[in-house]
Nanobody
Framework: QVLLVESGGGLVQAGGSLRLSCAAS????????VAWFRQAPGKEREFVSC???????YYADSVKGRFTTSKDNAKNTVYLQMNSLKPNETSVYYC?????????????????WGQGTQITVSS
């Protein structure tokens, strides 16, 4: 079982940037797909991005061109760089991993989850 810990959340003004980190321990993430999801109060968990075992990246249409995810296998860490943030992107952001390694946008396909980090985008 891998332990995932997110960091980097906080308060940012609309149009600003943040970088989230998802640090893993327990085993390597090199063969995993690692995704970011977000969940606002009263809403379902929403797919944001995924980096697969081969470092191919996938994004929700709503964040394409603004968010970038990457995996550093040496540090066993996945990042999410978020630019031009919008107030409606205020959510708790979670990283998650699946050991099958291939892309999925369905949260049910991910076995391990971090505790989440709050991002608040003020208008």
């Amino acid at each position: 079982q891998v332990l995932l810990v997110e960091s980097g959340g906080g308060l940012v003004q609309a149009g600003g940037s943040l970088r989230l980190s998802c640090a893993a321990s327990g085993r390597t993430l090199s063969g995993d797909a690692v995704a970011w999801f977000r969940q606002a109060p009263g809403k379902e968990r929403e797919f944001v991005s995924c980096v697969d075992w081969n470092s191919r990246t996938y994004y929700a249409d709503s964040v394409k061109g603004r968010f970038t995810t990457s995996k550093d296998n040496a540090k066993n860490t996945v990042y999410l760089q978020m630019n031009s943030l919008k107030p409606n992107e205020t959510s708790v952001y979670y990283c998650s991993s699946r050991d099958r390694g291939n892309y999925s946008s369905d949260p049910k396909n991910y076995e391990c989850w971090g505790q989440g980090t709050q991002i608040t985008v003020s208008s």
